[in-house]
């Protein structure tokens, strides 16, 4: 009878030692397919804010007479500057370069549409997954403002969102928000 005991005590031990086995190797399985999901919107969510905050910091250089700024809406951006983005030099020539979101929507998302002169500047079409862009413009004091000669600073909202691969599962999601601060603006 004692070596029934033994037995069962054994078996129980050994049963609930192949059910934690079996749910680690589950949760881990989940879990590296989670991570598999979100690396990828995390890389396209640092490349867009990179590339976008580059391409801000370019707002007004060489331009002196208050018409830095061009157009800015919820949706678009558009400014003037010196700085050449195809050559990445400085430049005689006063190029307008407008940031918007794209009317075309797929299942990779929507564009991002930023272009120097109507030609397309490249680095903006590796995004994926992205939904949307929302512009904020504050001036000098950190007010919000809709006059372009007040505009110094900027806060970038962005959206991003990528289907899962598991089935059941909800829409992975990021939202970004970053200022940009309008240096050439302040100086004279």
């Not at 307008?96 to 990779?108: A, D, E, F, S, V």
């Not at 930023?114 to 995004?127: I, K």
């Not at 919000?144 to 829409?171: M, N």
Request: neutral net charge; proline residues 3%.
């Amino acid at each position: 009878m004692a070596q029934m005991i033994g037995v069962l005590a054994a078996l129980v031990i050994g049963g609930l030692f192949l059910i934690s086995m079996m749910t680690t190797l589950f949760n881990i399985q989940v879990n590296s397919r989670d991570l598999a999901d979100t690396v990828p919107i995390h890389k396209n969510t640092e490349h867009l804010c990179n590339q976008m905050q580059s391409t801000l910091g370019l707002v007004g250089i060489g331009i002196h007479d208050g018409t830095a700024i061009v157009t800015a809406s919820a949706t678009e951006f558009k400014f003037r500057t010196q700085w050449d983005v195809f050559g990445d030099t400085l430049s005689t020539v006063k190029d307008t370069i407008w940031i918007r979101q794209g009317t075309n929507y797929n299942q990779l998302g929507r564009d991002v549409l930023v272009t120097c002169h109507n030609l397309p500047v490249s680095d903006f079409y590796a995004v994926q997954w992205f939904k949307s862009i929302a512009f904020t413009y504050y001036d000098v004091s950190g007010n919000i403002t809709a006059t372009l000669a007040d505009i110094r600073s900027i806060r970038v909202d962005l959206s991003l969102e990528k289907p899962s691969s598991l089935v059941g599962r909800p829409t992975m999601k990021n939202k970004v928000s970053f200022w940009c601060y309008f240096k050439n603006l302040y100086l004279p």
